[in-house]
């Protein structure tokens, strides 16, 4: 049974920093691309950013360009995303996904339970 299970959110002040983590188990990690996506109720879930099998491949979206940073670590099937200078725009529950093809990311096979980041002005 495939699982990803983030952790890290939180509430945290305008120009902070969090730390997201997404744990997957179940699956070839090294075969699958990551993502972490975002929603905010009433409106549709947006990418924020993608890395690839090998982790040398990365994209961001660009309201996010500069400030978030993603990283695997495929000998612990994590992946990671390293916010700074967060906005309150920021605010968002925050989504792991998995799967084979950089394209199939925004359908992904496999999807996490979410996280809540929330940024104060």
């Known amino acids: 049974q495939v699982q990803l299970v983030e952790s890290g959110g939180g509430l945290v002040q305008a120009g902070g920093s969090l730390r997201l983590s997404c744990a997957a188990s179940?699956?070839?990690?090294?075969?699958?691309?990551m993502g972490w996506f975002r929603q905010v109720p009433g409106k549709e879930r947006e990418f924020v950013a993608a890395i690839s099998r090998s982790g040398g491949g990365t994209y961001y979206a660009d309201s996010v360009k500069g400030r978030f940073t993603i990283s695997r670590d495929n000998a612990k099937n994590t992946v990671a995303l390293q916010m700074n200078s967060l906005k309150p725009e920021d605010t968002a529950v925050y989504y792991c996904?998995?799967?084979?093809?950089?394209?199939?990311?925004?359908?992904?096979?496999?999807w996490g339970q979410g996280t809540q980041v929330t940024v104060s002005s």
């Open positions: 179940g699956l070839t990690f090294s075969t699958y691309y």
């Open positions: 996904a998995a799967d084979p093809r950089l394209s199939g990311l925004a359908t992904g096979d496999y």
